[in-house]
């Protein structure tokens, strides 16, 4: 390795960003001098830490559905990848992974294009040491017809924002036309069954201003179509059951084994020949890796174009290259199915690395195997209520937990997300600032 082994991470998700915010602040090389900065000691000498993703800002990915349906500022929300790498001493390349070459140790990034579709940077590559792949996860058409070009997804903020400014001119022309507003969600995961959740409270906000607003919420048919037997399958029966029947009082219809054909400009159809009419359709099903990772990378790969990683999170191809979080499929011993695509797996993986990639990097120590810790699954229906069990372990392992104590642990992965990136103190001003808009400013995006 060189003097300054160059660790490159390609994602900024809650893997990506946790790993390199930790990195920079423990191994990073020092970037200049600046009041306020913080500066870990250096016993382990340094690295060059690159972080790279296509978007110019971080959003907690768990949060997009309320984005998608105007129930929290993005402005607040959004982190910037820039100011963020500063204050943590990493680097940081806006741009789209286009491809890896293992051999040459190299990446390209996919040419930059502003919103007018001129290219404001063309194709560039990136040199590294050490490449790390967290670029995520997406939802997974499955080839199915008409997808691409009728269905909204929910996957990044782009997408989330963009689905917003959809929604508030359709709803705009259902309370000026009278009209009903039709909106059809594929996938009875946790994105589709949250989104559904947040879009009933949204409107039961916008009833309570009145001047033409009031029963909107009547206008509102949300259909949630799954192809299994029962939504939220990754979750227990408990609550997959406890949170069906929650939906249903919001009045959303649940279609289960509603296997979906086509997707058509008048709505979804179904494998019976049937369709599922609707002005507003959602794909939020599936998951594959994100990117454009290809086989000439020499890199295993499952079906969904996952990283297949050993249990130290390497390669079994290349040392060199780690994968995280929802793009890589790591299947621990004694376990059939490898670990789910989650947020919690994604923190601890990056966790993990960030406390044993430096000495590899430096001395060859071997990365010792990752062992996830299940600290349980939640699901989160606005303000309606929650559902979810506490972690595999302890006292309490297994509990199934509803109502207030869920909302709040519910709430607290995010802030715990918050402290990992910028520390208790920055965290309570953030949390403390959101209270006072929330205050001052309307509770769902209007305009």
């Not at 990639?357 to 699954?377: E, K, S, Y």
């Not at 392992?397 to 709430?411: M, N």
């Amino acid at each position: 390795m060189p003097n300054a082994p160059r660790i490159l991470i390609v994602g900024g998700g809650v893997a990506g960003l946790t790993l390199a915010t930790h990195l920079g602040d423990h191994f990073g090389e020092h970037l200049g001098d600046h009041p306020g900065r913080h500066r870990p000691h250096r016993n382990q000498g340094h690295a060059e830490i690159t972080l790279v993703d296509r978007s110019p800002t971080h959003l907690w990915k768990p949060m997009l559905h309320t984005i998608a349906a105007g129930t929290w500022d993005v402005s607040q929300q959004q982190l910037s990848y820039v100011a963020h790498a500063s204050a943590h001493r990493f680097g940081y390349h806006i741009g789209g992974l286009a491809g890896v070459d293992t051999a040459l140790r190299q990446v390209t990034l996919a040419p930059l294009i502003g919103p007018d579709g001129v290219e404001l940077v063309g194709q560039r590559k990136l040199v590294y040491d050490v490449l790390v792949l967290a670029v995520g996860s997406r939802a997974n058409d499955f080839g199915t017809p008409g997808v691409m070009q009728h269905c909204h997804f929910i996957d990044s903020q782009a997408q989330a924002e963009r689905f917003n400014a959809v929604l508030r001119g359709r709803l705009l022309r259902s309370v000026v036309q009278d009209e009903t507003l039709r909106v059809a969600i594929v996938g009875g995961g946790a994105t589709g069954v949250e989104l559904a959740a947040e879009l009933c409270s949204m409107l039961d906000t916008a009833n309570s201003y009145g001047n033409g607003a009031s029963h909107i919420r009547e206008r509102l048919r949300l259909t949630l179509l799954e192809s299994g037997p029962r939504i939220l399958t990754a979750f227990p029966e408990h609550v997959s059951r406890s949170s069906a029947q929650q939906l249903q009082r919001l009045g959303v219809e649940l279609r289960m084994g509603a296997k979906v054909t086509a997707a058509e400009l008048e709505g979804f159809r179904l494998a019976d020949g049937s369709l599922v009419a609707a002005d507003l359709m959602v794909w939020a099903a599936g998951v594959v890796a994100e990117g454009t990772l290809g086989d000439d990378t020499g890199l295993p790969l499952t079906r969904s174009r996952q990283v297949v990683v050993g249990p130290n999170l390497q390669s079994p191809a290349d040392a060199h290259v780690f994968a995280l979080g929802d793009c890589a499929s790591l299947t621990p011993a004694g376990r059939d199915k490898p670990l789910p695509p989650t947020a919690q797996v994604a923190n601890q993986q990056a966790l993990h690395l960030a406390r044993h990639l430096p000495a590899w990097v430096l001395h060859g120590t071997p990365v010792p195997p990752f062992v996830f810790r299940d600290l349980g699954a939640l699901v989160s229906l606005s303000e309606y209520n929650a559902f979810g069990t506490l972690g595999k372990f302890g006292f309490l392992k297994g509990l199934f937990v509803q109502g207030t104590f869920a909302q709040l642990s519910h709430a607290w992965l995010y802030r715990k997300h918050q402290i990992g990136l910028h520390g208790v103190w920055h965290t309570f001003v953030m949390w403390l600032a959101e209270r006072l808009n929330r205050r001052v400013k309307p509770k769902i995006r209007l305009g």
